[in-house]
């Protein structure tokens, strides 16, 4: 069976629909007038699927929503009008999967009505927070953010968890937490899903206490602040104080 084109008059299946271990089968367009699943659907084990084809009608799955094991499926674009998805959502081990950013797994990212199991995929399909990423649903991610006093000199280090549209930070410093002045940049990742380590050295920094931020710059003007660092001069060794760092924050 290499197609299901004798469906095309189907608009909804009441209980279950598994489409499972099909090899030949390349695309689902047969099911293109397909609006409402009940209960769980599962499209699984299909070796030569490149594409959903016919799910562009689709709206509703009442349970889970599972998509797995599609060795030559390569995108999920045809789920743009899906809105609603009742239980778990898995996206998993589907090698050549590298785009799932449809608009109908992005809302469920947003707002999920169950647990969410993705890996295995590839590209922009890797993983949760690379979907996030691909969907718009993550901002920098700021993991860690210190100073640290090396002799006269002052180093700051931070990290990121995953970046969209980074273009860079402008670090800053105050000598009193309220007056800002910009002391360097850094160029960012733009976008990227795994961790990002940066470091800038302060090789004038004030005698006293030198209070940090950076402002994070993404390609289209918008920008955040993080919390604030202290490092103080007047102590010694390579102590330094960290604010909580929940994330970068809106200006």
């Known amino acids: 069976m290499t197609t299901l084109n004798g469906l095309n008059a189907l608009t909804s299946v009441s209980q279950y629909l598994l489409i ?12 293109s007038s397909l609006a409402s699943v009940g ?6 084990g299909n070796a030569s699927m490149t594409t959903l084809g016919g799910f562009t009608n689709l709206t509703t799955v009442g349970g889970d929503f599972s998509i797995e094991q599609n060795g030559a499926l390569t995108n999920l674009n045809q789920l743009t009008n899906l809105s609603s998805i009742g239980g778990n959502l898995s996206i998993n081990f589907n090698s050549q999967l590298s785009n799932c950013a449809a608009q109908g797994i992005c809302d469920y990212l947003a707002a999920p009505a169950g647990a969410i199991l993705i890996g295995g995929n590839a590209g922009a399909c890797v993983n949760q927070a690379a979907i996030e990423v691909a969907c718009g649903l993550l901002p920098v991610e700021l993991i860690d953010f210190k100073a640290v006093i ?7 280090v931070w990290s990121t968890a995953s970046e969209e549209d980074n273009l860079g930070y402008s670090l800053q410093r105050s000598a009193d937490g309220h007056g800002w002045s910009e002391i360097g940049f850094v160029q960012g990742q733009g976008s990227a899903t795994k961790q990002s380590d940066y470091s800038w050295m ?5 005698s006293g206490v030198n209070y940090y931020r950076l402002k994070q710059m993404d390609s289209d003007g918008k920008y955040e602040f993080s919390p604030i660092v202290v490092a103080d001069m007047r102590s010694t060794g390579t102590q330094f104080d960290i604010f909580p760092i929940p994330r970068l924050t809106a200006p």
């Open 39 to 44: 209960q769980s659907f599962e499209i699984s």
């Open 202 to 206: 302060d090789k004038n920094p004030i």
């Open 20 to 31: 499972s271990s099909n090899n030949s089968l390349t695309s689902l367009s047969g099911l």
């Open 150 to 156: 090396h002799q006269h000199d002052i180093q700051l």
